[in-house]
């Protein structure tokens, strides 16, 4: 028996806050940066000091995220290198905690007549945070949809395929040759991903598939030594979550005696909050503190190689179970 015929693909990412109502609660409080955090922290008992402090953050940039824009921008050059390639398949984006909802694009690919999807988790490293709730909210829009629910297959990891490789690759050596002469090869390298609470990286991949990306970039560069860094942890549980710290690790930087640090966002796609403020603010804080020369490298985003390499697992799945002609 063979597998059915992939119709259309569904690109699943975290979401970030843009202009207009989320559509989540009623009477709108009017600040989407703070319903956007509401809905990620949820309803718990001091929550509100979480999502006053997070809302923040976004405030220093206008109070919206450009996650969203640059995610629809990959599904679009993504669609693009598709069709090149006489795919023609509808691409979508369907985020969890901000529109365009994952349940509201299932239900219009569902309009379309798409009846098998791809879906591509757009993380590059999995726990239960990244990988498990993303299906999960994939599940309980194909659920309300009842017997127009479409089926859903994903993609399988894809960390250290040599198209991601190669987009932090060089965006490393573009933030290298920022700093002039010879310190960017001399300047300590520093790889980070979100961290996660420590049990439920006990239970997953996590961390594994972090350190095979650092490795893997780091042997493309040809350097010899990297450190790895977690970041943006949340503080105040009884939970401990992943360490160190990058800004204890920029700190360590210094004493073992370099002038430099490059860090090198790999666990984010893409620029959101947790790359422009606790990088770009609060890191780059942290190693002027400290005297050190600080440059932050660019995401995968929507380098070419990223994209080839996004289209090219795709396309696989197409060419072995070949969609309908003429929808797109």
Same mark, same amino acid.
């Given at each position: 028996?063979?597998?059915?015929?992939?119709? !259309?693909?569904?690109?699943?990412? @975290? /979401?970030?806050?843009?202009?207009?109502?989320?559509?989540?609660?009623?009477?709108?409080? /009017?600040?989407?940066?703070?319903?956007?955090?509401?809905? $990620?922290?949820?309803?718990?008992? /001091?929550?509100?000091?979480?999502?006053?402090?997070?809302?923040?953050?976004?405030?220093? @940039?206008? =109070?919206?995220?450009?996650? #969203?824009? *640059?995610?629809?921008?990959?599904?679009? #050059?993504?669609?693009?290198?598709?069709?090149?390639?006489?795919? &023609?398949?509808?691409?979508?984006?369907?985020?969890? @905690?901000?529109?365009?909802?994952?349940?509201?694009?299932?239900?219009?690919?569902?309009?379309?007549?798409?009846?098998?999807?791809? =879906?591509?988790? %757009?993380?590059?490293?999995?726990?239960?945070?990244?990988?498990?709730?993303?299906?999960?909210? $994939?599940?309980?829009?194909?659920?309300?949809?009842?017997?127009?629910?479409?089926?859903?297959?994903?993609?399988?990891?894809?960390?250290?395929?040599?198209?991601?490789?190669?987009?932090?690759?060089?965006?490393?050596?573009?933030?290298?040759?920022?700093?002039?002469?010879?310190?960017?090869?001399?300047?300590? %390298?520093?790889?980070?991903?979100?961290?996660?609470?420590?049990?439920?990286?006990?239970?997953?991949?996590? &961390?594994?598939?972090?350190?095979?990306?650092?490795?893997?970039?780091?042997?493309?560069?040809?350097?010899?030594?990297?450190?790895?860094?977690?970041?943006?942890?949340? &503080?105040?549980?009884?939970?401990?979550? %992943?360490?160190?710290?990058?800004? #204890?690790?920029?700190?360590?930087?210094? +004493?073992?005696?370099?002038?430099?640090?490059?860090?090198?966002?790999?666990?984010?796609?893409?620029?959101?909050?947790?790359?422009?403020?606790? *990088?770009?603010?609060?890191? +780059?804080?942290?190693?002027?503190?400290? !005297?050190?020369?600080? $440059?932050?490298?660019?995401?995968?985003?929507?380098?070419?190689?990223?994209?080839?390499?996004?289209?090219?697992?795709? =396309?696989?799945?197409?060419?072995?179970?070949?969609?309908?002609?003429?929808? =797109?």
């Amino acid at each position: 028996m063979t597998d059915p015929a992939i119709d !259309g693909v569904l690109l699943i990412g @975290f /979401g970030g806050p843009t202009p207009g109502c989320c559509q989540r609660y009623e009477p709108c409080p /009017g600040r989407e940066a703070a319903c956007f955090v509401r809905a $990620v922290v949820g309803e718990r008992p /001091g929550a509100q000091a979480r999502i006053d402090e997070v809302a923040a953050h976004y405030d220093v @940039f206008g =109070g919206y995220s450009p996650f #969203n824009a *640059l995610t629809i921008r990959q599904a679009e #050059n993504v669609s693009a290198v598709l069709r090149a390639r006489g795919l &023609t398949v509808p691409v979508r984006v369907g985020m969890r @905690f901000w529109p365009p909802y994952v349940d509201t694009v299932l239900a219009e690919m569902a309009e379309l007549g798409c009846r098998h999807l791809l =879906g591509v988790i %757009l993380s590059p490293f999995q726990c239960a945070a990244s990988w498990e709730h993303y299906q999960q909210s $994939v599940a309980d829009g194909v659920t309300a949809l009842g017997e127009r629910g479409p089926q859903v297959t994903y993609l399988s990891p894809w960390h250290t395929q040599a198209g991601f490789v190669k987009a932090i690759a060089d965006g490393i050596g573009q933030a290298a040759a920022s700093l002039g002469g010879t310190r960017g090869g001399e300047a300590a %390298l520093v790889y980070t991903a979100h961290a996660i609470p420590e049990p439920m990286a006990d239970r997953a991949p996590y &961390t594994h598939q972090f350190r095979e990306t650092a490795e893997a970039v780091t042997k493309r560069l040809g350097r010899r030594e990297h450190r790895i860094a977690y970041q943006s942890q949340v &503080t105040g549980t009884p939970i401990p979550w %992943l360490q160190p710290d990058v800004n #204890n690790v920029i700190h360590q930087v210094q +004493k073992d005696g370099f002038r430099d640090v490059i860090v090198a966002p790999v666990g984010f796609l893409c620029d959101h909050m947790e790359v422009l403020y606790d *990088l770009d603010v609060q890191a +780059k804080e942290t190693a002027e503190a400290c !005297g050190l020369g600080y $440059v932050r490298s660019g995401t995968a985003g929507n380098h070419p190689a990223f994209v080839a390499m996004l289209s090219d697992l795709i =396309g696989a799945h197409l060419a072995q179970n070949p969609p309908p002609s003429g929808r =797109g």
